[in-house]
């Protein structure tokens, strides 16, 4: 009795969620600057990057993993990521699933960059970059068709609730200096650019927002290693859904060439 008391209250609560809450997630890694650095060479990198917002409803400590690949004028680079909060209840789940843990998200991106003036060798860079990144929930790997009963409407419900997601499409422009250093060399780089974001999959009755766009501009610099690492760092400012959320991020790579 008191197991179906719980299952029933908890459908109510997932029915409720869905009709008045709209996923906050942003589908940019949360709280983390995006990289767009034009100076890369042809190779390949691995990347990890922590990360922090001054927005809390976005994020607090963020990191992300990836890699990146160049050819000629063309780079890709590829991440997903999370809060920290995030990750480490996705590890407790895994071991120790709960009703909570559908509403876990982790975060997915990608992006491509061309090359239109210099190439990885020049004291100057410009390049054209755009991308898309969304977010992912746990109970998007959820099989419903498993369960019988209530057991079955309650994950029904739980899939319906996170179907909604934001997907965000980033575009601009990237301009790097190098500077020469005694031992080494830094590469400083500036990236304005326009986020169009939209909702897909918004359940019928819920208020998942409207579609919109925000501008932000990112810089950073990066210090290569001995031409097989890297270290980077960038300061991402603008707005985001309409309110100031300011970013800030540093990381390591290892590889031959690629995007730094």
Not at 218 to 233: C, N
């Amino acid at each position: 009795m008191h197991r179906a008391l719980r299952l029933t209250l908890r459908a109510a609560m997932a029915m409720a969620a869905v009709l008045v809450a709209a996923p906050a997630v942003m589908a940019q890694i949360p709280g983390m600057p995006l990289y767009t650095n034009p100076r890369y060479g042809s190779g390949v990198r691995v990347h990890a990057d922590v990360g922090n917002s001054s927005e809390p409803s976005i994020a607090k400590q963020t990191g992300q993993v990836g890699v990146s690949l160049a050819l000629g004028p063309v780079g890709f680079s590829a991440s997903v990521g999370s809060t920290t909060e995030n990750l480490s209840s996705i590890s407790t789940c895994s071991s120790h699933p709960s009703a909570d843990c559908s509403r876990k998200k982790i975060s997915a991106s990608a992006l491509g960059q061309f090359r239109v003036l210099g190439d990885g060798n020049s004291m100057v860079t410009v390049a054209i970059f755009g991308g898309v990144g969304t977010d992912l929930s746990m109970s998007d790997a959820l099989d419903c068709s498993q369960y019988t009963g209530l057991s079955a409407t309650v994950c029904n419900i739980d899939k319906k609730n996170n179907s909604a997601k934001r997907l965000t499409i980033p575009v601009g422009a990237s301009i790097s200096a190098h500077i020469p250093l005694l031992i080494t060399s830094v590469n400083v780089w500036g990236a304005p650019r326009y986020s169009f974001n939209t909702m897909m999959n918004c359940p019928d009755g819920a208020n998942c927002g409207g579609n919109g766009g925000d501008v932000r501009v990112a810089v950073g610099a990066d210090m290569p290693i001995l031409g097989l690492f890297a270290l980077r760092a960038a300061y991402d400012m603008g707005k985001v859904g309409g309110k100031d959320a300011n970013f800030w991020g540093l990381g390591a790579s290892i590889g031959f060439g690629g995007v730094h």
